[in-house]
């Protein structure tokens, strides 16, 4: 689904980094996931980063 939501030109995003760059350790192993359009998976990294502390201005 990661893969199909980037190719149609949206994200997706695991709370820490982009889905597609996890590395699975176990063969079922699972994780959250948000998919969504580009400008909506920005927003919910800007909250992200707020929660975290984080500044990227």
Do not use: C, W
């Not at 590395?23 to 909506?40: M, Q």
């Amino acid at each position: 689904m990661s893969y199909l939501m980037e190719q149609a030109g949206g994200q997706a995003f695991t709370g820490k980094q982009r889905a597609l760059d996890l590395v699975p350790e176990k063969i079922h192993e699972r994780f959250s996931v948000f998919l969504g359009s580009y400008d909506d998976i920005e927003e919910i990294k800007a909250v992200y980063a707020a929660a975290n502390g984080e500044n990227n201005a």
